[in-house]
């Protein structure tokens, strides 16, 4: 496998100073704090032009989104996804050598086979039935992807078990309308909405039993179409600048994770910065710490108790001074966005990133499968950190990355070579820019505060809604239950096309990956539960304490969050 030689154009200042919050004792010891790169601008070796402020009231001028580290020479997607086969069952073929390591090295893309869009792992093998479903085995045997044809209210269903124990449901409605389904209930139901001319995805997200909603401008890139996160507001040009250039000294900020489960978990993975010369290095532990404690929420408790991977390859300095980078990037680009108060997929899709000749990092905001140079199948994680090894071929319908964290176990190993959809990058970059406006929301909300330095008068106003964001329909509250009943289908669905794949000789109908094992944790609210068992047999009320009875177990709510399993 290729390994990643990170080069120079991060400057550390050498503080040696603790981190401000302490890890559980009973979780591995973290590694030493992370030490605070002086800020430059970016990782870049040359100049990164942003927002500069002349004043403390004047609002600052802006340039475009600046560069970073660029590498010469790049090299060749070897093969691209081929159309669907007419054959009844194909198997993936050998693997291919790795290429060497470094920039501009691609990872030969996975063919896709028949009606599974996903590229075929080395040694899986695709059943394709007469109905035009189609089921996928890994090597050992397990169900990794099922889809399914025409059915019902959906034109397309597509079900992959992941690596890590989750399944996630991704339907295409016949009223345009998108479904997607993960473990434990969460997932988002997107819908078409029109205005001023312009089409947006506006979709409705469940999560540990919140119901919030997005935006997304979709785009037409290399034959597909990819949807780019759209603000809903936008904040000062002041504040901009001041988020964008170095703080007047670097302050200590004491973050108050020390007690929380998912920092003790994730402790030897990620160390915040003792100290923050600026509010693209604050922002960059934001990031990081929101991904890590959603992945610790969604995962479930037994999990997590089981304790992480020893073989991790924890976010280093130098990786995250590159994330910084992209952080200080993002704030320049939403400033120039925010004079015309809406995103332009041109400049902040991956259109541009694919074609900057920026080797730029992507944090994952999900779990994905992904598969590397050999053709083997491996995992990214939330919170893991890839980076762009050259500009992908004209043909290309994935990008090449190397690996640059890993949390161990089956995910890619520090230094892999893997092959990225576009759509999937696209999803990383939205996640990126979603966590960033939140954080600039909670920074200016603490500004002044904790040692942060205080935001001068025009950087103080509230952000300024967009007019398509002002006129949009609420979230759907339902939300809960149409995931719930999508799930519901899937389930009925996945075992008739296992079935018919069975019938025709190919793989077989139960032994196989069936939909993962309940799960249930505690803290758990009502909805998360119902979502992933359905509708108990009995419910016992008793005021604030509620029983609910299953076939197998009894779960015991206490203000409506789960206190007891039996």
């Known amino acids: 496998m290729g390994r990643l030689a990170l080069i120079g154009g991060i400057l550390l200042l050498g503080f040696s100073a603790g981190a401000d919050d302490k890890k559980p004792t009973a979780k591995p010891a973290p590694k030493p704090a992370a030490k605070a790169p002086a800020n430059k601008g970016t990782a870049s070796s040359g100049a990164n032009k942003g927002p500069t402020t002349s004043g403390a009231n004047k609002g ?30 194909s198997t993936s073929g050998p693997a291919h050598n790795a290429p060497g390591g470094g920039a501009g090295a691609r990872a030969p893309v996975q063919q896709a086979h028949g009606p599974i869009s996903r590229p075929e792992p080395r040694g899986s093998r695709t059943i394709s039935t007469p109905g035009g479903n189609a089921v996928r085995m890994r090597a050992n045997g397990s169900r990794s992807d099922v889809h399914v044809a025409a059915r019902g209210n959906a034109r397309a269903m597509d079900i992959h078990h992941g690596l890590g124990g989750g399944r996630r449901v991704e339907v295409e409605r016949r009223d345009g309308s998108r479904v997607v389904v993960e473990r434990g209930g969460r997932g988002y139901v997107q819908r078409p909405y029109r205005y001023g001319g312009r089409e947006y995805a506006h979709r409705t997200y469940y999560r540990n039993g919140r119901v919030y909603d997005r935006y997304y401008a979709p785009y037409s890139y290399r034959g597909g179409f990819v949807s780019v996160y759209s603000p809903v507001a936008y904040f000062a040009p002041a504040y901009y600048g001041w988020a964008y250039n170095p703080w007047a000294a670097p302050v200590p900020y004491a973050w108050g994770w020390g007690g929380n489960p998912w920092y003790g978990y994730y402790g ?61 990037r993002q704030i320049a680009l939403e400033n120039t966005e925010a004079k015309n108060a809406q995103a332009d997929p041109a400049s902040s899709g991956i259109n541009r990133l694919m074609s900057d000749n920026v080797q730029h990092v992507f944090v994952a905001g999900r779990d994905l499968d992904v598969t590397d140079a050999g053709g083997a199948e491996c995992a990214l994680s939330q919170g893991d950190a890839i980076q762009l090894t050259g500009p992908p071929a004209a043909d290309a319908t994935a990008a090449t990355l190397i690996v640059l964290s890993s949390k161990g176990g089956q995910e ?37 505060h904790g040692g942060l330095p205080a935001l001068p008068p025009s950087a103080q106003g509230e952000p300024v809604k967009t007019a398509f964001a002002a006129n949009a329909p609420p979230p759907e ?84 969050k789960v206190a007891d399993v039996e």
């Not at 560069?67 to 081929?82: C, D, F, N, S």
């Open 412 to 448: 890619c190993p520090k230094g892999d070579l893997v092959s990225v959809a576009f759509a999937d990058l696209q999803e990383m970059q939205n996640h990126l820019r979603e966590t960033i406006d939140q954080g600039m929301g909670d920074l200016q909300a603490k500004q002044g």
């Open 60 to 89: 600052p001028t802006t340039s475009t989104a600046g560069h970073g580290p660029t590498t010469a020479g790049a090299g060749h997607t070897t093969t691209g996804p081929a159309a669907g086969h007419s054959t009844t069952m």
């Open 477 to 560: 509250q339902d939300v809960a239950t149409q995931l719930n009943e999508q799930a519901q289908e899937a389930d009925k669905a996945e075992n008739e096309v296992a079935a018919e794949a069975a019938k025709s000789g190919g793989a077989p109908a139960e032994g196989a990956a069936q939909t993962p094992p309940a799960q249930i944790s505690m803290g758990q609210t009502i909805d998360e539960v119902t979502a992933i068992l359905g509708k108990p047999k009995n419910i016992v009320d008793l005021g604030t304490k509620k029983i609910y009875v299953y076939n197998d177990m009894k779960i015991t709510f206490k203000a409506g």
């Open 268 to 328: 030897a993975y990620f160390t915040p910065y003792p100290v923050y010369p600026s509010a693209s290095l604050w922002l960059t532990d934001y990031l990081i710490s929101q991904t890590l404690m959603t992945a610790y929420q969604e995962r479930a408790a037994a999990a997590a108790q089981a304790g992480a991977p020893g073989d991790a390859a924890p976010l280093t300095p130098q990786v995250k001074g590159l994330i910084a980078a992209e952080v200080q």
